[in-house]
């Protein structure tokens, strides 16, 4: 057997998840070979087939191909309509990754591992630029040591965190060795303690206080049902006081928060992170008064936006920060419903899942879900491209543990 005979596609999918977190271009060279592998393998119109009856990966589709019809009438530029083409195609990939994943059933946890390695870097890296270690602060000049964000922006990094203190903890428990899953358990807690102190200490994302507590209380949940979300909420409850009142940086982020929302008015822009999005959203509203039934078409937001923007003294932007707002302007109601019909449809595809896919996956719908409605996570390459993978991954392992039940 040659060398290229035994590649694993799977270490393919591998790399993408690990170099996601730092850098698009090794990780999209790794998800271009995926795809081939997709092709290469035998068997592509059946698993294609297969895909297909997946409600999420045929929902997704249709929102792309709606999103390219579009064009026809959009009102903006052709270069504009690419910039947001060229992102939203990533739906179109999660057939052919899911169709590897099925060849592939071991593949998922690959991935997770890698993505976990992943979040590790990015976390010792993190703490030791905080810590000052010369060597890291001139591989690292234009990062701030207060402010330690290493690879990618504070949000990104506070989800890559997240997710994986999340998937540690699925990794641990799908473990069968028992001298390996006590291992496994030992650094799960270690990076638990780690990422707490730097979510809460350090990097200071508000999305990154909510993607700590919000995946385990939608696990309890669909665990337990409505006992699991009474704990739920008990959990919740008892956090968010400690956390408030024992964290003077969480206070005063809240605090923060609070008044830029009771403060904002639509006369008036206020340059802060909740006040832009309030003028954005308001904006978006007005730009799909004005084309209420089909949207301004995909590449219509920035042109569209600038007419609103200027009277109001608002700086030009592409961007709402709400996935939900920026698929009603583009393509109208049917933009948002569909997206909302994607999150349901992965919601309830969790439940098809045994442990430790439930819990990681669980995880990835808390955040995702949660983190559009004050990002727009499509346009992004970071977060849109694992959760094309994961969630691909996540649907092909509940289709073979149903095979298998």
């Not at 690959?110 to 030791?128: C, D, E, K």
């Not at 968010?240 to 009771?262: C, I, L, P």
């Not at 955040?367 to 346009?379: C, E, H, T």
Request: aromatic share 14%; with cysteine; charged share 10%.
């Amino acid at each position: 057997m040659s060398f290229l005979q035994r590649i694993n596609p799977a270490w393919f999918l591998a790399g993408a998840a690990f170099f996601l977190p730092i850098a698009p271009g090794p990780s999209n060279i790794f998800l271009l070979l995926a795809l081939i592998a997709s092709v290469a393998v035998p068997g592509l119109k059946s698993r294609l087939n297969v895909a297909m009856q997946q409600p999420l990966l045929l929902l997704g589709v249709s929102l792309a191909s709606l999103l390219w019809i579009s064009v026809a009438w959009t009102k903006g530029s052709v270069d504009d309509s690419m910039h947001y083409l060229s992102k939203y195609s990533t739906l179109l990939m999660a057939p052919f990754i899911f169709g590897l994943f099925l060849v592939y059933p071991k593949a998922i946890r690959q991935v997770l591992f890698a993505f976990v390695l992943s979040a590790w870097l990015t976390l010792l890296l993190s703490y030791g630029i905080w810590l000052e270690v010369p060597v890291l602060l001139n591989a690292f000049p234009l990062v701030d040591p207060s402010y330690p964000t290493v690879f990618k922006l504070h949000t990104t990094q506070s989800i890559v965190l997240c997710l994986g203190l999340y998937f540690s903890w699925a990794l641990a428990m799908g473990e069968a060795n028992p001298a390996s899953k006590k291992k496994l358990l030992a650094l799960a807690a270690v990076f638990t303690v780690l990422t707490v102190f730097n979510l809460l200490n350090m990097t200071h994302a508000r999305i990154g206080y909510v993607s700590l507590v919000l995946p385990l209380l939608v696990y309890l949940f669909m665990k337990f049902s409505w006992k699991g979300g009474l704990i739920a909420l008990a959990i919740a409850a008892i956090v968010a006081n400690v956390a408030y009142f024992g964290s003077e940086t969480v206070s005063s982020r809240v605090d923060k928060t609070y008044n830029e929302v009771v403060n904002w008015s639509p006369d008036k822009y206020e340059n802060t992170d909740m006040g832009a999005r309030l003028s954005w959203w308001h904006i978006s509203l007005q730009i799909f008064r004005e084309h209420p039934v089909v949207g301004a078409g995909v590449g219509a937001y920035p042109s569209e936006f600038l007419k609103h923007a200027q009277p109001m003294g608002v700086p030009p932007h592409n961007n709402p920060h709400n996935q939900f707002f920026l698929l009603l302007t583009q393509i109208g109601l049917v933009g948002p419903l569909l997206f909302l019909a994607i999150l349901i449809a992965h919601y309830l595809s969790i439940y098809r899942l045994t442990e430790p896919e439930r819990l990681a996956s669980a995880a990835l719908f808390a955040v995702f879900a949660f983190g559009n409605l004050f990002n727009s996570f499509l346009l992004d390459s970071a977060e849109r491209t694992l959760y094309m993978i994961l969630v691909s991954g996540f649907l092909a392992a509940a289709n073979h543990q149903a095979s298998d039940s």
